[in-house]
């Protein structure tokens, strides 16, 4: 099913599908900004869920102002959303103007709802190098002064603090969770506001947060989970394997490597095995026909030479695959001790090397597959997040919170099938 016509509108417009059941949007109005951009640009996507965020954050303040801050709690939140859709079509160097404003609005939004609950949440900052990132602590629901397990969240290329917010913090949060979100390098604020570029060595960002979330009287030290979505499912992980305090890992799809994809690639437009094992020093021949074909695809100009370009600090297609090639476990995989759950959507590209990473950890392990059939075979479940969400909690809670007969050693969960990537 698509709702926005133009392939890409359609993939970065859909996200908020996910978030329905948790308050970032209904599918009656992600549908009627897809009818306003209609067959527009870019600019008339952005155009479009500003208006409709402009619209949601009005609604907001006047239900405030008439006492039913219920209401305006729900709207800011959504206005939020909305707010920080508006922009990813314009990722890139130099930043757009458009991106920075609608950031600075998304989180003004988001603070507003926050600061309307029953549990308010309020920003916080967290040490590192020389910024601070910016991040919240969603108080379990009803129990926000009681100690409980946290879940740290990760984001990976695409997404800000509030997407973690809606797509897993929300869930968590009414399971009994404390859930701790951030904007980490080459993502949200940080990226946007400081210039600073993704890194590969997320140990130590999380080291960092970790530092943090033990200076809080509500976080369980013993009881602190680590999850991370898109490509979250390579950062997670190999925080894991040098981050000792956490209690558990989640990676939603595990990945070991985030060259791996470009590297089969190069290799069916020519390369042998050895030019491909170093993206960064593929002959110049070969790497022009690769940049011509992600040049001429909208799609791949725009999660490579617009977003990952920007996110990695590259100046072009040798200095982005040089830097990819830096992604990766390598020989950390064994340095993996807690607890470990991958996913396994049926038809995300990511994961076709999930299975592969699996079977080497060593570590007490799980792997849950998503089907199609039950609507949430697409990358991260986009469209059956609740889904993921409850399998992942359950599995959680039998690590943090285990009873007779929880889960040890290794299991896989359900029905299996061969990931496309393997047939």
Same mark, same amino acid.
């Given at each position: ?15 908020? @599908?996910?978030?329905?059941? =948790?308050?970032?949007? !209904? ?27 402009? #619209? ?16 305006? #709690?729900?709207? =800011? ?5 909305? %707010? ?6 314009? %990722? ?6 458009? $991106?920075?404003?609608?950031?600075? &609005? ?18 916080? *900052?967290?040490?590192?190098?020389? @910024? ?14 009681? #100690? ?14 509030? !997407? ?17 979100? /951030? ?35 509500? $976080? ?31 990676? !939603? ?39 011509? @074909? ?6 791949? &100009?725009?999660? %490579? ?12 297609? &040798? ?11 390598? +020989? ?22 999930? &299975?592969?990473?699996? +079977? ?9 597959? /998503? ?19 409850? *399998?992942?909690? !359950? ?29």
């Amino acid at each position: 099913m698509t709702i926005f016509k133009d392939p890409l509108h359609d993939q970065l417009g859909t996200w908020p @599908i996910a978030y329905i059941p =948790y308050g970032g949007a !209904d599918l009656g109005e992600i549908e009627s900004v897809a009818a306003v951009v209609d067959e527009g640009d870019d600019d008339a996507f952005h155009l479009a869920w500003t208006q409709a965020a402009d #619209r949601l954050y009005a609604d907001a303040r006047a239900a405030q102002s008439n006492g039913h801050e219920a209401s305006a #709690r729900a709207l =800011y939140l959504k206005a939020a959303c909305f %707010f920080g859709k508006s922009y990813h079509a314009h %990722f890139g160097w130099p930043v757009d103007p458009r $991106v920075t404003e609608a950031s600075k &609005r998304q989180i003004a939004a988001f603070e507003s709802g926050l600061e309307l609950g029953r549990e308010a949440s309020r920003p916080m *900052r967290i040490p590192f190098e020389n @910024i601070t990132m910016l991040a919240y602590l969603i108080p379990a629901q009803g129990r926000s002064n009681e #100690r409980r397990p946290l879940l740290i969240l990760t984001n990976g290329y695409d997404a800000s603090i509030t !997407d973690l917010y809606f797509a897993s913090a929300v869930a968590a949060s009414r399971r009994g969770y404390h859930c701790l979100i /951030f904007d980490g390098p080459g993502q949200g604020t940080t990226l946007i506001e400081h210039g600073m570029q993704l890194r590969p060595d997320w140990e130590t960002v999380i080291a960092a947060v970790v530092d943090f979330a033990l200076t809080l009287p509500q $976080v369980d030290p013993k009881r602190i989970a680590l999850s991370g979505w898109s490509l979250g499912g390579y950062l997670a992980p190999r925080a894991a394997s040098g981050e000792a305090r956490l209690a558990a890992c989640v990676a !939603d799809p595990g990945q070991a490597s985030i060259a791996r994809g470009f590297r089969e690639h190069a290799i069916k437009l020519g390369a042998t095995p050895e030019e491909a094992a170093d993206l960064g020093a593929l002959p110049e021949p070969l790497l022009a026909k690769m940049e011509q @074909i992600i040049a001429a695809d909208r799609g791949f &100009r725009w999660s %490579f030479m617009q977003r990952g370009y920007w996110v990695n600090g590259a100046r072009n297609l &040798r200095d982005y695959l040089a830097r990819i090639e830096q992604f990766t476990m390598g +020989d950390r995989i064994e340095l993996i001790r807690c607890p470990t759950l991958f996913t396994l959507a049926e038809d995300d590209p990511l994961a076709s090397g999930t &299975r592969e990473f699996f +079977d080497a950890l060593q570590c007490p392990k799980t792997l849950i597959p /998503f089907r199609t059939s039950e609507g949430a075979g697409e990358h991260c479940e986009m469209r059956n997040r609740s889904i993921l969400n409850d *399998r992942v909690l !359950d599995w959680l809670d039998d690590v943090l919170m285990p009873r007779p007969g929880s889960i040890t050693g290794e299991f896989v969960v359900g029905q299996q099938f061969d990931h496309p990537a393997q047939r």
